[in-house]
């Protein structure tokens, strides 16, 4: 078994025990079993499964971060992570929304790419928890 932990900046979010974990890495999707390679690597917004013993799994929309995997021990440093389960669908619709109009706006006035570049992740985060929650 693999110790899992999901941290985010505002404490502790999972801690249990899998039979593998999969991750969005920012060059792809990858998964990680008993007695893995140790390994850093970068996540992109995206789902992390957990795999139970029992054969359930454990979803959750993490919005980037790193993941740190050593002697059967992962450990996900996520900037926000959460189980499908506590996703707030009318607000990720709002979310997307609002991206979206921004996007719109911003294209149209021509403002500076950095400013669009900011309302894509966050289109983008919107997006990926409302795909979890159908999960649910």
């Known amino acids: ?58 979803y959750f929309a993490v919005n980037g971060g790193f993941v740190e995997v050593h002697d059967n021990h992962v450990m996900v440093l996520a900037e926000s992570a959460e189980p499908i389960s506590k996703i707030d669908v009318k607000r990720a619709i709002a979310a997307r929304e609002k991206a979206n109009k921004t996007i719109r706006e911003y294209k149209e006035s021509k403002v500076d790419s950095a400013e669009i570049a900011k309302q894509e992740l966050a289109l983008k985060r919107a997006i990926n928890r409302l795909k979890l929650a159908e999960l649910k």
Do not use: C, Q, W
């Open 1 to 58: 078994m693999i110790r899992t932990s999901i941290i985010s900046p505002y404490g502790p979010v999972y801690e249990g025990l899998a039979t593998g974990i999969n991750l969005p890495g920012t060059e792809g999707a990858f998964e990680v079993k008993f007695n893995h390679a140790s390994l850093m690597s970068m996540l992109d917004i995206g789902k992390v499964t957990i795999r139970l013993k029992d054969g359930n799994d454990l």
